[in-house]
């Protein structure tokens, strides 16, 4: 069974930087697809950002040049966000797909003040 933790969301103000982390822990393969999605109160889920292991990355438009995510091995994966604004405000969500499936983590807040 994969688990998925996610750390690292909170309160900021506009134009400030955070970064998130998830963590992954159970039966994971090398090969696998890590990345963020996002939802804000009364929104769908929408994907931000998404890389495989030392292999192509991917970004919404919304936050290309602002955000950037990296992993350093098969269990993790880092968002760094820049420039915020309150359009970024949301749930953060983690994810990891693999051979078994997707698994979700239970997501952080992320306020952006304005």
């Known amino acids: 069974q994969v688990q998925l933790v996610e750390s690292g969301g909170g309160l900021v103000q506009a134009g400030g930087s955070l970064t998130l982390s998830c963590a992954a822990s159970?039966?994971?393969?090398?090969?696998?697809?890590m990345g963020w999605y996002r939802q804000a109160p009364g929104m769908e889920r929408d994907f931000v950002a998404r890389a495989v292991l030392r292999g192509a990355t991917h970004y919404a438009d919304s936050v290309k040049g602002r955000f950037t995510i990296s992993r350093d091995n098969a269990k993790t994966v880092s968002l760094q966000m820049n420039s915020l604004n309150a359009e970024d405000t949301a749930v953060y969500y983690c994810f990891l797909q693999q051979f078994g499936g997707v698994t979700w983590g239970q997501g952080t807040q992320v306020t952006v003040s304005s």
């Open positions: 159970g039966n994971i393969a090398e090969i696998n697809l």
